[in-house]
């Protein structure tokens, strides 16, 4: 079971490609930091923008770096059946410890189509899956009772749900069972999600505050109501300001100002605009992380 704060990780830029060592230092500050699980190449990691060998390689360095201390969920995902058992593959090679597979975005599959595109990969590459449910980006959602089919497959074991309706994971749960690990992609509603039955987050802004996520989640996970409380509220504003513009250009600006990297993004995405970068500041001086 993947439980608590989990990063969805930027991917630092030079001008000539990734920044391998920036990227490492990132994955071990996260680390040290206290978060529970790393998620390279996904849609914070700007998967859609690497090559194929970047993204095989951002996930090798990531594994590298956590060393079997932390589980690596490595971003897997495609809208063709074929390149996401091939990335699927690698990450297994690589050492990940679960593929993050996001719902083909574009194509529109039906229902069924869905659980044959899962069900391809399932059955290709013996890795634990977590679905990525996705509707804004993805335009299709998967439908609880396609996802009840999918968890009948043992390699299915979960879902990363970001689509910010919190009647979903209590519905889940009901039909799925609370064995089925349940991961919220929505920050800004990430402890309603718990409360509704979710085991954890992988998070936007637990890039930028990793200690104060996982103690938010930690605090969940022993009871303490008041001290969840606390970190939730110090984290609200923060996580309205990284999605002032597209994710993750907000975020790594943050990053930059915590020195973690530059705040490079690549086209079509750009760096975010100064109302955008003052409210991000202001949310990290609220939140404790800068003055």
Same mark, same amino acid.
């Given at each position: 079971?993947?439980?608590?704060?989990?990063? =969805?990780?930027?991917?630092?830029?030079?001008?000539?490609?990734?920044?391998?060592? $920036?990227?490492?230092?990132?994955?071990?500050?996260? &680390?040290? @930091?206290?978060?529970?699980?790393?998620?390279?190449?996904?849609?914070?990691?700007?998967?859609?923008? #690497?090559?194929? %060998?970047?993204?095989?390689?951002?996930?090798?360095?990531?594994?590298?770096?956590?060393?079997?201390?932390?589980?690596?969920? $490595?971003?897997?995902?495609? !809208?063709?059946?074929?390149?996401?058992? *091939?990335?699927?593959?690698?990450?297994?090679? =690589?050492?990940?410890? +679960?593929?993050?597979?996001?719902?083909?975005?574009? !194509?529109? %599959?039906?229902?069924?189509? /869905?659980?044959?595109?899962?069900?391809?990969?399932?059955?290709?590459?013996?890795?634990?899956?977590? &679905?990525?449910?996705?509707?804004?980006?993805?335009?299709?959602?998967?439908?609880?009772?396609?996802? =009840?089919?999918?968890? @009948?497959? %043992?390699?299915?074991?979960?879902?990363?749900?970001?689509?910010?309706?919190? $009647?979903?994971? /209590?519905?889940?749960?009901?039909?799925?069972?609370?064995?089925?690990?349940?991961? *919220?992609?929505?920050?800004?509603?990430?402890?309603?999600?718990? =409360?509704?039955?979710?085991?954890?987050?992988?998070?936007?802004? +637990?890039?930028?505050?990793?200690?104060?996520?996982?103690?938010?989640?930690?605090?969940?996970? @022993?009871?303490?109501?008041?001290?969840?409380?606390?970190?939730?509220?110090?984290?609200?504003? #923060?996580?309205? +300001?990284?999605?002032?513009?597209? *994710?993750?250009? %907000?975020?790594?600006?943050?990053?930059?100002? /915590?020195?973690?990297?530059?705040?490079?993004?690549?086209?079509?995405?750009?760096?975010?605009?100064? +109302?955008?970068?003052?409210?991000?500041?202001?949310?990290?001086?609220?939140?404790?992380?800068?003055?």
């Amino acid at each position: 079971m993947f439980k608590g704060s989990f990063v =969805a990780l930027i991917t630092p830029f030079t001008d000539h490609g990734v920044d391998e060592k $920036a990227f490492q230092k990132f994955v071990e500050w996260q &680390i040290g @930091e206290g978060t529970q699980g790393v998620v390279p190449c996904g849609t914070t990691g700007e998967s859609p923008t #690497l090559s194929h %060998p970047e993204h095989e390689r951002v996930i090798e360095l990531c594994v590298e770096v956590a060393r079997g201390r932390i589980p690596v969920i $490595a971003g897997t995902g495609s !809208n063709s059946t074929e390149e996401a058992i *091939s990335l699927t593959r690698h990450a297994k090679k =690589a050492g990940a410890d +679960a593929a993050l597979v996001v719902t083909p975005y574009y !194509n529109k %599959p039906t229902q069924e189509g /869905l659980y044959q595109h899962y069900k391809a990969i399932h059955d290709a590459v013996d890795l634990p899956i977590v &679905i990525y449910n996705i509707p804004g980006r993805s335009v299709i959602d998967m439908s609880i009772d396609t996802m =009840a089919r999918l968890a @009948e497959l %043992p390699g299915i074991v979960g879902v990363k749900d970001s689509t910010a309706d919190l $009647a979903r994971p /209590l519905a889940t749960r009901v039909q799925i069972g609370p064995e089925f690990c349940q991961l *919220s992609g929505e920050d800004a509603t990430a402890t309603g999600f718990l =409360a509704q039955g979710g085991h954890g987050c992988i998070s936007v802004t +637990a890039n930028i505050a990793p200690r104060l996520c996982a103690e938010m989640h930690n605090a969940w996970a @022993e009871g303490d109501v008041k001290r969840m409380e606390a970190a939730r509220d110090r984290l609200a504003p #923060l996580h309205r +300001a990284l999605f002032l513009e597209t *994710s993750p250009g %907000p975020v790594k600006y943050g990053a930059k100002l /915590l020195g973690l990297g530059g705040d490079k993004v690549r086209l079509p995405l750009v760096v975010p605009g100064e +109302a955008t970068r003052t409210a991000v500041r202001e949310a990290m001086a609220f939140a404790g992380l800068i003055n």
